[in-house]
T-cell receptor, first 110, second 113 residues
Framework: GQSLEQPSEVTAVEGAIVQINCTYQ??????LSWYQQHDGGAPTFLSY????GLEETGRFSSFLSRSDSYGYLLLQELQMKDSASYFC???????????FGKGTKLSVKP | SQTIHQWPATLVQPVGSPLSLECTVE??????LYWYRQAAGRGLQLLFY??????ISSEVPQNLSASRPQDRQFILSSKKLLLSDSGFYLC????????????FGPGTRLTVL
């Protein structure tokens, strides 16, 4: 089967750094994506890793280790607006479709 | 630029009634289109995807069906809604230039009573 595991909730304070981990099990793997979803809104794309290593985009970075079937999203200099749910998604299977984790709800406190 | 529309934004329907949700994409051609459902506080479940007109693949057998009558139109339907069909329905597309990024529409929040 195919599954993704990520923590259900994380709490941090403004200005801090938080890491959201994701482990996956899938038949066929093309890459790991991260999406952000604010309450009531649609998911928006944050990053995609196809190869091992760290990808940095502003305050957000994403890491992938294919050998460990593991990745993480790193959010630095947290702001209140970063309070949202974050989903990891594996591009895999026979059709290369996205399989989403259940999401991690991040709450940023003052 | 590309945009994706969904309507209606919210919908309350009685059990046993039919359903039709529409999704249209502008500014791109021949996109891959997807329908997802998200239950409250849960992840996204892929329901259907389409790589072209008239081509529909179902990921989860259930009470719903999908159709793609035009290149940039994707429709989700049901003949008789169940309580378990309640959720947030999201349409998404992937373009030919960036297969790794999915763009989501604003969603339809469906409540079946």
């Amino acid at each position: 089967g195919q599954s993704l595991e990520q923590p259900s909730e994380v709490t941090a304070v403004e200005g801090a750094i938080v890491q959201i981990n994701c482990t996956y099990q899938t038949s066929g793997f093309y890459g790991l994506s991260w999406y952000q979803q604010h309450d009531g809104g649609a998911p928006t794309f944050l990053s995609y890793n196809a190869l091992d290593g760290l990808e940095e985009t502003g305050r957000f970075s994403s890491f992938l280790s294919r050998s460990d079937s593991y990745g993480y999203l790193l959010l630095q200099e947290l702001q209140m607006k970063d309070s949202a749910s974050y989903f990891c998604a594996v591009k895999g299977g026979s059709q290369g479709n996205l399989i989403f984790g259940k999401g991690t709800k991040l709450s940023v406190k003052p | 630029s590309q945009t994706i529309h969904q309507w209606p934004a919210t919908l309350v329907q009685p059990v046993g009634s039919p359903l039709s949700l529409e999704c249209t994409v502008e500014g791109t051609s021949n996109p891959n289109l997807y329908w997802y459902r998200q239950a409250a506080g849960r992840g996204l479940q892929l329901l259907f995807y389409s790589v072209g007109i008239g081509q529909i693949s179902s990921e989860v057998p259930q009470n719903l069906s999908a159709s793609r009558p035009q290149d940039r139109q994707f429709i989700l339907s049901s003949k008789k809604l169940l309580l378990s069909d309640s959720g947030f329905y999201l349409c998404a597309w992937v373009g030919t230039l960036s297969y790794n990024e999915q763009f989501f529409g604003p969603g339809t929040r469906l409540t079946v009573l």
